[in-house]
Structures are given as structure tokens and as C-alpha cells.
């Protein structure tokens, strides 16, 4: 007896075939869709990550505006280099150098200095990373952050466990009390934020790629009544509006990507005083905006 034997016919091979090919084309599509996905929020996440480090450094920098500077210079400030393009600001500080995190040694004095090359101040270790040393660079400053002196220490002595004598290169008159801080490096120093060519530069440091705005922003509170409206926020300010400047915010435009599958090509921003629509040249990247208020505590405001 034979058995029969019944195999698949070509139509219906052709139609399974058709079946599983749809099936791990989806599949193919649909893992290709996660892997994007995964992509764009890790870039996403390092940028977010990156740009909170940048954020905290504008802000050390304009809390440290002003900082021993004389009442002749403008400790901040900052506009669009040409008013007739809608470019990125740039924002120019002046102070005296403190490195972010804290490195500068710092004292203050503990007599009187009336016009004299030595002086005495308070000794905290026997660190030599914490007390002045000899070869620092030091300026002196009363309560309100004025600059009273700056001289060189030339010799140091423990006068007991409080106290040290420094002989400087200059005498210093100054009241007890008054903070010295020495410099890492001599003099003021001007800090530069600006974006060249699609990105933020602190001095000559780049510290962001794919940057589309910086824009600053000062509230200038003209009648003093501690309320900012939207006609107070203005991109530049003079001298005589130094002590009517109650904050200053800084906003950046920061693109991830790019995304073949992402599209914002025409779509306006407005972003304090500058309003642009995107380019097709970057239309698929997408836009992360971040933004620090701060209020420059060495302005005297």
C-alpha cells in the first residue's frame, strides 16, 4: 500500500515566503526605530549632562563680576556684536581671577595697616596650600568689595598659631578685618563668552559644539520696586544703569542630533531679543533650551 505524499505548492511557498519577509521587515523596521530612539536620548542625556557643567560656570562668572574692580570699569556686559544681523551675543566680564572650585589662598587682617610693607594676618595651618605664601599675588578689599590695594608678599614669618607677618612690595592702609585674596595670576581679567562658528567659547576654551543663540538678557529695575516686568529686561545697559542691575539671564540654544526622522525646518524662535526661523541647514536637529538667572553680587547691587 502507498501512501501519499502531499508537499507545498510554488503558490503557496511564494505566499509564506511573502509572510515571513513583511513579518522580519517589521521587525527590522521596528528594532531600527528603537535603536534611533536609544541614540537621540543618550545624545539628549550627554548634552543635558554637558550643559549643566557650561550653565554653572556662567554663573560662577557673573556672581564674580565686578570682583575688586574699580568703580570706572562696567564689570559686565554684553550685546549682539552686530545689531543688524540677529547673531549671537556675546557677554564680557571683568574681575579678578578666582579659579572655579576655590584654589586661591585667602586671609584677612587682623590689625590695622596704616600705610606700611608689613602687615598681619590670620593664619589657618600649617598647609601651605591654605596660608599666603611668599611669590602670591595679593589684593586687599574692605566689607563692600572694594579694592584697597595689591601688592606682592615678599617674606612671611609665624608670628604664633593665628597669626602670620607678611612683608609686602608695596605698603597697604587698611582696616582690620579687611579680606586679602591672592591671585593665581596677576591683574584683572576679562572672560569672554562668545559663539563662533556654531560654538560657545569661554576665552579661547570651547566649551559647547552645536550652538544656534546666546543670548543675555539685564533687568534694569528702574523704579526700584523690586518687581521685574517684560519692558525691564533690556540687551545692554550703561554705566549709570550699574545700580538699578538687579539680575542678569543667559539663555543657549544647544542642537542635538542630527535625525534624518525629525523636522522643525521653518519653524520660528524667539529668544530674548532675537527671533530667527530655523534653516534647512539644521532643520533636523532638535533644540535644547537652557537658562540661568543670576544676581552679580559684586556689582554693589
Known sequence: MKLKRKGFTLIELVVGLGLVSIFALAAVSFLASQLRVNATQTAISHAQTSMEATMNLIRWDIMMAGFGSPSSITPVSGANPDPTRPDPDQLVIETYYSPVGGNGHWSYLVQDANGLTNIFVRRWTDNV?????VGDTVIVFNINKI???EARVQGSSVVNSNTLRLTLSAPITAMRG???FSLPQDGRTE??????NGALFRNNTMLQDNVEDFQVEYWIDSN???????DEWRPTFTQNDLSNLKLIRVTVVKLVGPDSHYDEGGRNYSIADDTYTV???TRHFRRKI???TVKPRNMGV
Not at 191 to 196: D, P, R, S
Open 178 to 180: 579687611s579680606l586679602i
Open 224 to 230: 526700584n520696586d523690586g518687581v521685574d516686568t517684560p
Open 129 to 133: 596650600f591654605t596660608n599666603l605664601a
Open 147 to 149: 579694592k584697597l590695594g
Open 290 to 292: 537652557y537658562e540661568v
Open 191 to 196: 572672560i569672554t563668552y562668545q559663539v563662533v
Open 279 to 281: 534653516s534647512n541647514f
